[in-house]
């Protein structure tokens, strides 16, 4: 047999009491006679080994509780592959009792006929309605139980459903309002990328359904999709409700059974002591008549109570009876024990949402703490930045001759800087601005002052001796002017004597007053 890539179970819901509570325009239960018509053709007379079956195996265009949906145009294609698929118990492929025979297709939620183009194009929901036969032979207190399911004074009624099972390859994801189960109403994915990245979320795949708080996720099937079967289930998930069989007719039951019930009789008889009376036409009589063939109805209280012996007088209602009674049991444990986990769950919930709260506060507390101390070291930092720049300044303008326009620029330079990027600014600035090194320029300046001293004392010697050869060569050209006078008066006539001149007659003759700068 194909593996298929998946395998998808669809189950069915069951409706009990026949009451919406969900509000949906689409949802009204129809009732078993409705599906009556959907029943195969079997002359059960000639073949009371069969038991004719009817029901609804899915609700097309309509998402399930497992989170699967199939479109009305797959629904056409598939419909008629039901044909000759087995039906077992609870997907129980190992428990077939019986064979699924038509297919066709029904209103939701009156199970009014539908033809095969219709269903193609309608995008409101709508049923594939199947018809079948179950083996009895197989499986003769289900049979009785299915039988029974159709009865609506019994506490079984509609208790079972079908539940059907596809393979398939390819889906699309469907995305619905939370609530929403028509898919007429969906935004439809095929993108395969979008499709791998939310595959997560599906039911069939483990997810939560979930897409975010507004929106549910469905999945699709589409492609090669081939019906598996139906299983007949007690916890079903779709739509619909109920198994339709034959109405009640008299059970034909053969000789052993015949003798089996005189038997019976002739014992019940017997225990209260009364006598089996005989005519002459008693054979005769016997023969024609129609004797209602049941088995004795006996109430099992334990499950010990289950013999061999017992089953073949024991009606199969009563097995039924013991066995919904002890599921009730049942029922009732898990419901109590339920109600006491989630008892336990909503003190834990609630215990965890005082923590919780706690936490957010204890939280809020902690961030509102962290940020004073985020406010202090930004303000400590800020501070630090600030005395170190002040410090940095106060350094460059001690060390070099700066203006304004100068500290301006280093300080935009400087006002970032950490200590091993200030550093290596400091030893470029040592090269660029050496000329404005104070230190530097006053040594400079010490040294030309030293220098300009020597010259000085330098000059101030070469003056004085200057002045000590002017002074000895003015002495000597007065001297020597003197000595000139001197002779030329003494070539002056006898008879005109000159007297002796005075010392301010011989300076004003040999040099003119004109030539000096009296100060």
């Known amino acids: 047999m194909k593996k298929y890539k998946y395998e998808s179970l669809f189950a069915n819901i069951k409706i009990r009491p026949v009451v919406s509570e969900e509000k949906d325009k689409y949802l009204s239960v129809a009732s078993l006679d409705k599906l009556r018509k959907f029943l195969p053709e079997i002359n059960t007379e000639d073949n009371v080994d069969l038991l004719p079956v009817a029901f609804d195996a899915c609700v097309v265009n309509r998402v399930n509780k497992n989170g699967d949906v199939i479109d009305g145009e797959t629904a056409a294609k598939i419909a008629k592959n039901f044909a000759n698929k087995p039906i077992n118990i609870e997907h129980n492929r190992n428990q077939v009792i019986g064979c699924i025979l038509s297919a066709s297709f029904s209103k939701f939620g009156s199970n009014e006929n539908l033809s095969i183009e219709e269903a193609k194009t309608m995008k409101e929901p709508f049923n594939i309605t199947l018809g079948g036969v179950i083996w009895k032979i197989v499986n003769q207190d289900l049979a009785d139980q299915i039988e029974e399911s159709n009865d609506p004074t019994s506490d079984h009624y509609m208790t079972i459903s079908a539940s059907w099972e596809l393979g398939f390859n390819d889906y699309n ?42 929106k549910s996720i469905y999945r699709q099937v589409l492609g090669k999709v081939v019906p598996l079967g139906i299983g007949f289930t007690l916890n079903p998930a779709a739509d619909v409700q109920g198994i339709a069989t034959p109405p009640e007719q008299p059970i034909q039951i053969g000789l052993k059974a015949e003798e089996n019930a005189t038997e019976i009789e002739q014992k019940e008889a017997e225990a209260t002591q009364e ?58 444990t898990f419901v109590a024990e339920k109600a006491e986990k989630e008892n336990e769950l909503k003190a834990a919930n609630e215990k965890i949402a005082n923590v919780t709260a706690e936490h957010e506060t204890v939280k809020k507390q902690v961030q509102e703490l962290n940020e004073k101390l985020a406010a202090i070291q930004a303000e400590q930092e800020a501070k630090a930045k600030e005395e170190a720049f002040s410090m940095r300044m106060a350094a460059l303008d001690e060390e070099y001759e ?53 010259s000085t004392i330098s000059q101030e010697a070469v003056a004085s001796e200057t002045e000590k050869v002017a002074e000895k060569a003015t002495e000597e050209v007065v001297n020597q002017a003197v000595d000139n006078g001197t002779k030329a008066s003494a070539e002056i006539p006898n008879s005109a004597p000159a007297a002796e001149p005075t010392v301010q007659e011989k300076y004003a003759k040999a040099f003119s007053l004109d030539g000096f700068e009296i100060k």
């Not at 994801?173 to 599906?202: F, M, P, R, T």
């Open 173 to 214: 994801l469907v995305i619905l309002d939370n609530g929403e189960k028509n898919i007429e109403n969906a935004q439809i994915v095929s993108d395969a990328a979008e499709i791998e990245k939310y595959k997560n979320n599906l039911r069939g795949f483990g997810g939560s359904g979930k897409l975010d708080n507004n």
């Open 402 to 454: 700066l203006n304004d326009e100068e500290r301006k620029v280093l300080a935009a330079d400087i006002k970032d800087l950490n200590d091993e990027a200030f550093s290596a600014y400091k030893n470029k600035m040592a090269v660029l601005m050496k000329d404005k090194n104070k230190a530097a320029k006053k040594a400079k300046e010490e040294k030309m002052k030293e220098e300009m001293k020597a």
């Open 275 to 332: 006598p089996v009376l005989a005519s002459e036409n008693s054979i005769s009589q016997e023969e024609k008549l129609n004797v209602k063939k049941e088995r004795i109805y006996m109430k099992i209280t334990k499950i010990e109570d289950i013999t061999d012996s017992l089953l073949k007088e024991a009606t199969a209602s009563s097995v039924v009876e013991f066995i919904a009674e002890e599921i009730k049991k049942a029922n009732d």
